[in-house]
């Protein structure tokens, strides 16, 4: 079966620091990848996606940065965190589309919760 | 591009009461529709989806949901709660031009009281 990783679980990390958050997933392959933030009050908001190694896809202009140097593998970066980057990072991965879109869920991880100081 | 809203931030039911959120989208075309729900300091998990057919559809825990096209509502349901319904729900919208990138409602947090 499939299972996705997320590390680390919290985070807390001084304004201008780097950021590194690895999401990994076991059972599938050329997953289509995905990181959301969530907000209080805001529901979850798409920053990344990717459907193949190399491939990334930017939602939102931001401090943030997304790449997936495998085909399991994700990751999250800043070079400097700012205070408004402090939130609950989810990643998430899904079945290729071609697939069928029903048949091809949204699986997330359990979160990192990062508080930027 | 597509939009959830979810009208009711916060819900206190009762354990053994029926409990119903609401969802409204906005999307010109046939979404493709889904409720996840997430507990405390988790992840989300699919409790059911719908794209076509039977407007009613059933999902995990015990829960469903009704797609109404002329209302543009998907609203979730479930008879009766138990303490461990206790979460925050997301309705989310979703369309196969849109490479699968859902647009998710703000949530709706559910308190159960014993």
């Known amino acids: 079966s499939q299972t996705i990783h997320q590390w680390p679980a919290t985070l807390v990390q001084p304004v201008g620091s780097p950021l590194s958050l690895e999401c990994t997933v076991e059972g599938t392959s050329n997953p289509n990848l995905y990181w959301y933030r969530q907000a209080a009050g805001r529901g979850l908001q798409l920053l990344f996606y990717s459907v193949g190694i190399g491939q990334i896809s930017s939602e939102v202009p931001q401090n943030l940065s997304a790449s997936r140097p495998q085909d399991r593998q994700f990751i999250l970066s800043s070079k400097k965190l700012l205070l408004s980057d402090s939130g609950f990072y989810l990643c998430a991965w899904s079945l290729d589309i071609a697939k069928g879109i029903l048949n091809s869920p949204l699986h997330f991880g359990n979160g990192t919760r990062l508080t930027v100081t | 591009a597509q939009s959830v809203t979810q009208p009711d931030i916060h819900i206190t039911v009762s354990e053994g009461a029926s409990l119903e959120l609401r969802c409204n989208y906005s999307?010109?075309?046939?979404?493709?529709l889904f409720w996840y729900v997430q507990s405390p300091g988790q992840g989300l998990q699919l409790l059911l989806k719908y794209f076509s057919g039977d407007t009613l559809v059933q999902g995990i825990k015990g829960f469903e949901a009704e797609f109404k096209r002329s209302q543009s509502s998907f609203n979730l349901r479930k008879p009766s709660v138990h303490w461990s319904d206790a979460a925050e729900y997301f309705c989310a919208v979703g369309a196969l031009s849109n490479d699968y990138k859902l647009s998710f409602g703000a949530g709706t947090t559910v308190t159960v009281r014993a």
């Open positions: 999307y010109g075309a046939t979404p493709y």
